[in-house]
């Protein structure tokens, strides 16, 4: 097993079983329908045009490429959209360094060759994107290659292991055939996710977008730039855009709407589901800045003549944020809010104690009250929440410490 | 009350856009410009003036291109011609413009220190003090908050029209030598023509397409908004023009009327004017050409920086941590540093390594059109906003003429 770089074999002398050279490698083609790393052939440009000679035929492969057969049998090259062509689509291009998680250039790809009886076995090993590959492009030809390589193993590599690789493709068809579906980049966390869309041109952030699955392109967006995060969803369909829309957290989806132009969040919202349009056209009654826009509606409330066993059997199943469980509210007649117990003290009291025993003083505001003085309660008082109730003093939904952190943040 | 709202869309649409080619074309009155500038109206008076239309016009045409190009690809210069070109074209064309504008970041910096010889502080303080300002502003300030200091200190550049109203020319024979063909005397003469050649020269540089297309690409304008962004390049290019003729008048109605026709920089044609225009008119051409420099020599460097990571794929961007991005960071700052530190050098050969940065300029301006001509009229990256064929028959002819000029400048200096 040797390992053989993509910007050796590009350029290479082909040669027949004779060894009189019969052409020159010009591109080196992967089908991933049949095979996700294995080389299907390489492009060997001849005098009497191309020529695909799969590694079945190949002896050997380094600066000169050696073949077992005639240059008559070798099979004439159409090309085809579902073929993934490593000098073109790979070599100079943008790609998402998924271990690394940011977006890389790559400076040479490097193959892995086993002989297997009397031919090669070629398999896309890694992507070079440090000095090693940049300098054996740069001295290629120019120094002779039995030095470059003593030279060259003398420098570090940076390399990428191709399953760490998610190829960046804006032809929806083509990445259907190509079977590019940014499965690793889905596994990073939303944040990691909005950070490396930031860094990708338009065309290829939209790419992102259509492929990867609803609820992980929600997470995403809201962690997006707000100018970016209007410029993704205008390039969206109508349809994926409220389906992802849809998934957001209403405050953010009701943020997003505000920025876009009034036509398209229309149409938007009239894809959207009834339930999630509903919450989200309330929320875009109020103004931007006020604490309508920061609340979340999924909080625990239970009756103040609840049992600590309620509200545990409450939290289980509980399925909004993490932060929202920190405090949980106590309704009485006519909905209304009456108290409020912190998650610590329930944890420590008896199943049996009723919750009205527990229940502390506590702070709301109302939907309309600014950003600034929710910040300023928050800091007053060390809320871990805050209740926004309406005018019947009725729970509308909480905001919490974590939402204040990124509110603080924008306004900076 | 539809034509108003449409209005304010429309206003609204052109202010979001507005900044890149503005600041480019304006950023090309540089200290080097103004020299140009000052010597052509002293020299040779008004009869330079026709030179500015088609000028204009040939900047137009180049900025529209990278702005354009930057729209629809949403990558930078440097990026397409790597994916485009490959590595080696690229890195042997990034190390040029680091050649080329390291002897402009040099020149700019030489034109703070004599313009604020003028108002008697020494270089060895004005120096170090200007390339501080420079590296904080750059690395402290986010992108829109230092694109807004640009755009003022663009604004600045009325100085210089005040300064040529001050100057009081015969406006009359200013706008007809402007409009007429130029006189057959002339084009025999050498000197002029030498003069014809610095002046187109000086106007197109490799730089301003790096710098432009990636400041499109970083401002998020798309093909939608890009109608704006058009009016952004044709206004910035005609507003750069329209100060540029102001020197060329201001130093025509004066300098050349005078008989004063040896000039050795900029600052030197401040001084000139001084005793022929007025305290006012030397304050404002002075202060003008300090905005000039200190503002070019904040662009530069940034914009060298952008250009070669990005094409050769190293981490950038003012958003990284040093250590995220020490490429970026180390070479921004070294083109400041040794750019602004060997002014201080004394009897450094600073004549000499401009006329070689110009050289270099020269050299690597043909490739960099052409490779940007190749690149606009690509289907695969533009689509359907490739070149007209009109737009490209002036396009080529233009760049044509570019070519042939900067190569003649390039013959004449050797």
Redesign the interface.
């Known amino acids: 097993m040797s390992v053989v770089a993509l910007s050796e074999l590009l350029g290479a002398s082909v040669r027949d079983a004779s060894g009189a050279v019969r052409g020159r490698v010009r591109e080196i083609a992967v089908a991933p329908q049949d095979h996700p790393t294995r080389i299907a052939f390489l492009i060997v440009k001849t005098p009497d045009g191309e020529r695909a000679l799969p590694p079945a035929s190949i002896a050997s492969a380094g600066a000169s490429v050696r073949t077992g057969s005639d240059a008559s049998e070798w099979e004439r090259f159409t090309p085809s959209d579902g073929l993934l062509l490593l000098k073109r689509d790979l ?4 790609i998402i360094d998924i271990h690394g998680r ?1 977006v ?4 040479d790809v490097e193959l892995e060759s086993t002989p297997v009886n009397s031919h090669l076995l070629l398999n896309i090993l890694a992507v070079d ?1 440090g000095a090693r590959g ?1 300098i054996r ?2 001295s290629k030809g120019v120094v002779p290659s039995f030095t470059l390589r003593a030279l060259l193993e003398k420098i570090p590599p940076r390399v990428i292991p191709w399953q760490f690789v998610d190829l960046l493709e804006t032809d929806p068809a083509r990445r259907v055939k190509l079977k590019i579906a940014y499965g690793g980049l889905a596994k990073l966390h939303p944040a990691d996710i909005a950070d490396i869309v930031e ?1 990708l ?4 952030r939209e790419a992102v977008f259509e492929t990867i699955d609803e609820e992980v392109a929600a997470e995403t967006l809201e962690e997006i730039d707000p ?2 995060q209007v ?1 993704i969803v ?1 390039s969206l369909d109508k349809d994926r855009a409220a389906d992802i829309v849809e998934e957001m957290d209403p405050a953010a989806a009701a943020d997003l709407l505000d920025e876009l132009d009034e036509k398209q969040s229309v149409e938007i919202l009239s894809e959207m589901q009834p339930d999630e349009r509903r919450e989200v056209t309330h929320l875009l009654e109020f103004g931007e800045h006020t604490a309508a826009r920061w609340m979340t509606t999924a909080f625990v409330a239970v009756p103040e003549t609840a049992v600590v066993d309620d509200a545990i059997d409450a939290l289980k199943t509980f399925e909004g944020s993490r932060e929202a469980l920190a405090t949980i509210y106590l309704t009485g007649p006519g909905n209304k809010l009456v108290g409020s117990v912190p998650l610590v003290t329930i944890a420590v009291s008896s199943p049996a104690v009723q919750l009205s025993e527990l229940s502390e003083p506590y702070r709301a505001c109302a939907p309309d009250t600014p950003e600034s003085e929710v910040a300023a309660l928050f800091d007053k008082y060390n809320l871990l929440t805050l209740p926004v109730t309406d005018e019947h003093e009725r729970i509308a939904g909480i905001i919490t410490a974590d939402d204040v952190i990124t509110m603080l943040r924008h306004r900076s | 009350m539809a034509t108003l709202k449409t209005w304010r869309t429309r206003a609204a649409l052109f202010i979001a856009v507005v900044g890149p080619g503005f600041i480019t074309a304006n950023v090309d009155n540089d200290a080097g410009g103004i020299w140009t500038y000052s010597v052509a109206g002293a020299q040779f008076g008004y009869t330079l003036l026709w030179v500015m239309i088609p000028t204009t016009v040939a900047l137009v045409v180049v900025q529209e291109m990278a702005s354009r190009m930057g729209a629809a690809t949403g990558k930078g210069l440097s990026d397409l011609i790597r994916e485009e070109f490959g590595f080696r074209v690229t890195f042997l064309l990034m190390l040029a413009l680091i050649v080329t504008n390291f002897g402009n970041v040099m020149a700019e910096f030489a034109g703070v220190a004599s313009s604020l010889q003028l108002f008697h502080i020494p270089k060895y303080v004005s120096v170090p003090v200007a390339a501080a300002i420079v590296w904080l502003l750059v690395v402290q300030g986010t992108y829109s908050s230092v694109e807004k200091i640009f755009l003022v200190a663009s604004g600045f550049y009325v100085c210089y029209i005040v300064a040529g109203v001050l100057a009081h020319p015969d406006w009359r024979a200013a706008a007809f030598a402007t409009v007429t063909r130029p006189q057959e005397v002339g084009i025999r003469d050498y000197g002029y023509l030498y003069m014809v050649i610095g002046l187109v020269g000086t106007t197109i540089a490799p730089w301003m397409q790096f710098y432009l297309q990636a400041s499109v690409v970083e401002k998020g304008v798309t093909m939608r908004q890009y109608r704006a962004s058009r009016w952004d390049v044709i206004v910035g290019c005609f507003f750069a023009a329209i100060v540029a003729w102001f020197i060329i008048v201001a130093c025509a109605a004066t300098l050349h009327t005078a008989g004063t026709t040896q000039i050795r920089d900029a600052a030197d044609a401040a001084e000139a004017l001084r005793p022929l225009a007025g305290e006012y008119a030397y304050l404002l051409f002075a202060a003008g050409l300090f905005n000039a420099s200190l503002f070019a020599a904040s662009i530069l460097p940034i914009s060298t920086s952008y250009a070669v990571c990005e094409g050769l794929g190293f981490e950038s961007g003012l958003d990284k941590k040093f250590h995220e991005a020490p490429v970026f960071y180390w070479l921004y700052t070294l083109i400041i540093v040794v750019g602004a530190g060997v002014l201080l050098i004394p009897r450094f050969p600073l004549a000499h390594i401009m006329v070689l940065s110009q050289v270099v300029n020269g050299v690597v301006l043909p490739f960099v059109l052409i490779f940007m001509l190749l690149l606009v009229n690509d289907r695969e990256l533009m689509g359907a906003h490739v070149n007209s064929r009109w737009f490209n028959a002036i396009a080529w002819l233009t760049v044509g003429v570019m070519i042939a000029l900067t190569l003649a400048m390039f013959v004449t200096q050797l």
């Open positions: 070599l100079d291009q943008q940011k890389v250039r790559v400076n994107v940049a492009r740069l860094d041109p338009p065309a290829e100018d970016i410029s205008e």
